[in-house]
């Protein structure tokens, strides 16, 4: 299986920081990648796929790069209703694998 | 609008067995490959299972932690894609989810990610 681990599990920041998580894949999954993003009691919400295309209806203030095994997600400008726990995940093979989360908290 | 509403949760005691349903609208059913997925209280996202459209096969996929135990099917007529879950652990209460999962062209292939979430439906197995 492909495990997949991001960093950091957790971070604070202010609104208005730019904030930037990643995430790594134990094998090459070319640009086979999500990022979504879940409030707390609420269902996941695609936000990226394929490495760095978004999600119709999702703001320009998200995006993500990489390819193989290192990526990245970056929130531009932090605003209060992007505090979240943000999830990667592949699905370049059976079984689709997680990353651990990182949560992004209010400084 | 496109949405998914997954039913069918509640207690249910370990051995047991239970059917969740994830019932589509917005879009034609029949042309997706759909997932369902599950977190158990405080944890992340797991991926259980998949199943493809009919159009490529309405074959399946599992995680080893389900398989064998779970089975997943859809009734494209009503729009529904069910979880049939058997042999019931503890380890197995979690929110469910399902998702509607789209077919895309990668660099090196067809690729599906999921792109709808319904809202959940809790499972609790416990005696």
């Known amino acids: 299986d492909i495990q997949m681990a991001q960093s950091p599990s957790s971070l604070s920041a202010s609104v208005g920081d730019r904030v930037t998580i990643t995430c790594r894949a134990s094998?090459?999954?070319?640009?086979?990648l999500a990022w979504f993003q879940q409030k707390p009691g609420k269902a996941p919400k695609s936000l990226i796929y394929?490495?760095?295309s978004l999600q119709s209806g999702v703001p320009s203030k998200f995006s993500g790069s990489g390819s193989g095994t290192d990526f990245t997600l970056t929130i531009s400008t932090l605003q209060p209703e992007d505090f979240a726990t943000y999830y990667c995940?592949?699905?370049?093979?059976?079984?689709?694998?997680f990353g651990q989360g990182t949560k992004v908290e209010i400084k | 609008e496109v949405q998914l509403v997954e039913s069918g949760g509640g207690l249910v005691q370990p051995g047991r067995s239970l059917r969740l349903s994830c019932t589509a609208s917005?879009?034609?059913?029949?042309?997706?490959?759909m997932s369902w997925l599950r977190q158990a209280p405080g944890k992340g996202l797991e991926w259980v299972g998949f199943?493809?459209?009919?159009?490529?096969?309405?074959?399946?996929e599992y995680a080893a932690s389900v398989k064998g135990r779970f089975t997943i099917s859809r009734d494209d007529s009503k729009s529904i894609a069910y979880l049939q879950m058997n042999s019931l652990k503890t380890e197995d209460t979690a929110v469910y989810y399902c998702?509607?999962?789209?077919?895309?062209?990668?660099?090196?292939?067809?690729?599906?990610?999921?792109?709808?979430w319904g809202r959940g439906t809790a499972v609790t197995v416990s005696s």
């Open positions: 199943i493809r459209s009919k159009d490529h096969g309405g074959t399946t």
């Open positions: 094998q090459g999954i070319s640009n086979h």
């Open positions: 917005g879009f034609t059913f029949g042309d997706y490959a």
């Open positions: 394929a490495a760095s």
């Open positions: 998702t509607r999962d789209l077919l895309i062209l990668g660099p090196t292939g067809y690729y599906y990610y999921m792109d709808v």
């Open positions: 995940q592949q699905y370049k093979n059976f079984p689709w694998t």
